[in-house]
């Protein structure tokens, strides 16, 4: 047997090793179909976001992947229907914590509302807890104002696409319940951006113009 002889014959056997698999399934994985969201490839920029739409979850205890468990048995293949949740201190999420959920990461349309050209173009934030009984912690409001300023800026978000998840038309929810106090956020946005703007003082001195709190 020549050299080339040997590396066809070679090539044959793993030719008919490999075919010889070819109709064997893969191994069905025994964990129900709602252990791990779908994978989806890195996104190659962000979308063009318009609307903020905030939420509470209803419960007064939660994490990430506590509700991601509980969408994802809800049937939403893509988990955690938000984009970003915000923690009141329990289930080891801090108070005031922002994490972000994996449709933030992946810039997937949201889950969160019942429209699905609403959740396209609107980024879900959710704040851990039943604002119908209590009300967000001072954390909380400061964390989803710097959270708000930082979208408004990035998508040029106005003020007036800022809602409460049942303000939007077509959606039947009393979400985010009746004690989020909008007038909190309208302040603790403005407080955020006076934060922001006070290390600035130097180059504001020197001419440059001051940033606009209403893109
Ligand atoms: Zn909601």
């Known amino acids: ?29 025994s964990a129900p179909f709602y252990s791990a969201p779908v994978p989806v490839p890195e996104p190659k920029g962000f979308r063009e976001w318009r609307y903020l739409v905030i939420h509470h979850s209803g ?8 509700l991601q468990a509980e969408h994802l048995r809800r049937g ?7 984009h970003f949740l915000i923690g009141n201190g329990s289930a080891g999420l801090r108070d005031g914590e922002v994490a972000e959920g994996r449709r933030w990461r992946y810039q997937l349309q949201g889950g969160h509302t019942h429209q699905p050209e609403l959740n396209e173009v ?25 959270l708000a ?5 990035e998508f040029n978000i106005p003020d007036d696409h800022i ?29 955020a951006f006076e934060r922001e703007r006070t290390p600035q003082s130097d180059r504001l001195a020197s ?4 940033p606009s709190r209403q893109p």
């Open 207 to 210: 001419g440059a113009t001051p």
């Open 76 to 82: 939403m293949e893509n988990g955690l229907a938000y």
């Open 1 to 29: 047997m020549n050299f080339l002889t040997a590396l066809t014959s070679l090539a044959f056997a793993a030719w008919i090793g490999e075919s010889a698999f070819a109709g064997v399934a893969p191994a069905r994985p």
């Open 149 to 153: 300023l930082r979208l408004q800026r």
């Open 59 to 66: 419960s007064s205890v939660g994490n990430v992947a506590m």
């Open 122 to 146: 609107g980024i879900g934030i959710c704040l851990v807890g039943n604002f119908n009984r209590t009300s967000p912690t001072d954390a909380q409001w400061r964390a989803l104002a710097q």
């Open 163 to 191: 809602h409460g998840h049942g303000q939007y038309f077509g959606e039947d929810s009393d979400c985010p319940g009746k004690n989020f106090a909008w007038e909190r956020l309208w302040k603790a946005m403005d407080a």
